[in-house]
Structures are given as structure tokens and as C-alpha cells.
């Protein structure tokens, strides 16, 4: 069964407004999850790192101020996309590692429509 | 700077005609290779893990293996579910990021 679950599955929000994407492991808590874009006919790009109790570590080009991590729990993390656009539209994706830190599960994922 | 090549970008298959999908990459200091299967909509979901030249690993219809510059994808015999996106990625020893492929699409038609 699913070990990673995401809500909600689908938003559409106006352009200006802040969306919050939840992620949950599901089996085991997770101190480090992961956050992930995949745009159409593209592949998954890595956006942060969430780190539980401590501050997310983002890729280069990815603006921290813009995208919010929060791990608050070793069970959740939230992305908040801040003052959305049009080109923010995306599937975001996260996951957790296995206990060795390997092998990634991904959540079923979130569909962002930005008008 | 670690890449995964994934070939051929989609495929058609007729169904019971076997195939092999290849994804080329170099890392620094391979931690391991993944392949995921991915649905129209859907997140990834995992299916194999090797570690080092040599491995091989298989599920149902599907047989990975890994040689120092390449792993390849065979499905035997496909069935028109088996129709989905396959993805490589590796992670290195030195970011321990996961770096995708962009995929194979593939389509088993019945």
C-alpha cells in the first residue's frame, strides 16, 4: 500500500493567492523528505530537501522566500507556494527515503493550476 | 556533474513483444540505481533498486540490470498494463540527490 500520501490532489487558485501541499508518511516517521516539480513531458526535478526541526536545504534556482518548507512533525511536511502565477502551474511531488536513506516513495502527488 | 540518459524517449510495442529499455549515466561514486513507473497523473512507484555491476533484479514482466555505464529495463512478453513512463534515476555518492532520467513512455497495444 501507499507508504507517502498528499493532499490535496488538485488545486486551482487565482493568480496572487498562497497554496498549501501537505505531505504525509504514512509507515515511519521521515526526518528528511523530499520535494519534487514535474512539468508536462518533463521529468521530476528537485526542488528541496526537508529537514524535521531544522531549515530545508533548496536547489539553486529554486527561491526559498517563494517556496515554503515546513517539517514540522517526523510524520508531515508542507510546501506553501506563496503569491502563485501562472507559471508556477506544476505537478509537485514529495517523497520520503527508506530507512538507509536510499530508495525514494513518492506520493501520489498534487496538480497546480494557476489562473 | 552527474546524468542519466534515458533511450528510446517512447516505444510501441504489440503485446507479447519483448523489449528493452536503457538508461546511461555517469555519478560520482554510485550509491545506486532506481527505476519507477509512472502512470498519467500519478506519482512514481518504485520498482527496483541495484546497487553495482552486475546486479540483476526482477519483477513479474521485468528484469533490470546494471553495468558500470548502463542499465537496462527488459519486459518480456509485455501486456498493454504494463503501458506507463519509466524512469531511471542514480544517486550519488557525493550529493546523495536522486537525478532522474526523462523517461521512456511506453505503449503496449493489445
Known amino acids: 500500500g501507499a507508504v507517502v500520501s498528499q493532499h490535496p490532489s488538485r488545486v486551482i487558485c487565482k493568480s496572487g493567492t498562497s497554496v498549501k501541499i501537505e505531505c504525509r508518511s504514512l509507515d515511519f516517521q521521515a526526518t528528511t523528505m523530499f520535494w519534487y516539480r514535474q512539468f508536462p513531458k518533463q521529468s521530476l526535478m528537485l526542488m528541496a530537501t526537508s529537514n524535521e526541526g531544522s531549515k530545508a536545504t533548496y536547489e539553486q534556482g529554486v527561491e526559498k522566500d517563494k517556496f515554503l518548507i515546513n517539517h514540522a512533525s517526523l510524520t508531515l511536511s508542507t510546501l506553501t507556494v506563496t503569491s502563485a502565477h501562472p507559471e508556477d502551474s506544476s505537478f509537485y511531488i514529495c517523497?520520503?527515503?527508506?530507512?538507509?536513506?536510499?530508495?525514494?516513495?513518492f506520493g501520489p502527488g498534487t496538480r497546480l493550476l494557476v489562473l | 556533474e552527474d546524468q542519466v540518459t534515458q533511450s528510446p524517449e517512447a516505444l510501441r510495442l504489440q503485446e507479447g513483444e519483448s523489449s528493452s529499455l536503457n538508461c546511461s549515466y555517469t555519478v560520482s561514486g554510485l550509491r545506486g540505481l532506481f527505476w519507477y513507473r509512472q502512470d498519467p497523473g500519478k506519482g512514481p512507484e518504485f520498482l527496483f533498486t541495484?546497487?553495482?555491476a552486475g546486479e540483476e533484479k526482477e519483477k513479474e514482466r521485468l528484469k533490470a540490470t546494471l553495468t558500470k555505464k548502463e542499465s537496462f529495463l527488459h519486459i518480456t512478453a509485455p501486456k498493454p498494463e504494463d503501458s506507463a513512463t519509466y524512469l531511471c534515476a542514480v544517486q550519488g555518492g557525493n550529493t546523495g540527490k536522486l537525478i532522474f532520467g526523462q523517461g521512456t513512455t511506453l505503449q503496449v497495444k493489445p
Open positions: 517523497s520520503r527515503s527508506d530507512r538507509g536513506g536510499e530508495t525514494q516513495y
Open positions: 541495484l546497487y553495482s
